[in-house]
């Protein structure tokens, strides 16, 4: 299912379905969405999970909406719904600023510069977890099983999900086809997510893959 530059995946699990990642909490994302349910002859409540990647806007946004519509459960990884907070409004902390300052970032390069928070406002509805998953747990869509896979890197909650009887791996941000994903230091974040990124890229290296896809380009 694409949405712009971004892809999100519907899993059959035969009589139940599951959705990983959610779009933002936008007219255009809910229509894809909507649009994808109506070409498989499906209703909203067929979903019975939606599971989530990471806490990034373009993942986890319309959690809240699409939890509501299709009355399913919501799962993410419990260090990436500590981090929900970060795209809620709220005004620049102090530790923010402090960490700005010690690395080099003057206050008048940001001063008008919105917060995360403020500028995702409207897009960004996040759900409540019904449900925080682990690394190696299994996931069962009625007759169908996605193992979890903690790769912290991208965020320190960051998933993929990895689908033994397909060898099919859903990658999140964590593979992308063309280019490595975005691995930053926060002022609230892990000191040395390069390194715990390098370590997730290993972990993935030992499974059976066949087919990786990715939440932006497509499929390889």
């Known amino acids: 299912m694409r949405n712009s530059d971004r892809e999100y995946w519907l899993i059959d699990g035969g ?16 229509e894809a969405l909507r649009k994808a349910l109506a070409t498989l002859d499906l209703s909203p ?5 939606i599971i989530c990647t990471h806490h990034h806007p373009d993942h986890f946004g319309a959690s809240g909406p699409l939890r509501d519509l299709c009355g399913a459960q919501v799962l ?3 260090l990436d719904a500590e981090r ?4 809620l409004p709220h005004l620049r902390s102090t530790d923010a600023e402090d960490f ?12 008008n510069v919105p917060t995360p928070g403020q500028f995702w406002k409207d897009m960004y509805s996040p759900a409540t977890p019904d449900h925080y998953v682990n690394d190696g747990e299994q996931l069962q869509i009625a007759d169908r099983v996605l193992e979890v896979v903690w790769t912290p890197g991208h965020a320190p909650g960051h998933c993929c999900f990895y689908c033994p009887s397909t060898k099919a791996l859903i990658a999140g ?10 691995v930053g230091v926060y002022p609230s974040g892990p000191t040395n997510p390069l390194s715990d990124y390098l370590t997730s890229l290993a972990k993935v290296a030992q499974l059976d893959v066949e087919l990786v896809l990715p939440s932006h380009g497509g499929v390889f």
């Not at 009589?15 to 809910?30: H, I, P, Q």
């Not at 929900?84 to 795209?87: L, P």
């Not at 700005?100 to 001063?111: C, D, H, T, V, W």
């Open 15 to 30: 009589s139940e379905w599951a959705l990983v990642d959610t779009g933002m909490r936008t007219d255009e994302s809910l």
């Open 45 to 49: 409540t067929a979903i019975g999970k």
């Open 76 to 78: 993410i990884h419990p």
């Open 84 to 87: 929900v907070r970060i795209f």
């Open 100 to 111: 700005f300052q010690l690395n080099g970032i003057p206050r008048e390069s940001y001063a």
């Open 173 to 182: 941000d964590h593979l992308l086809p063309k280019i490595s994903p975005h």
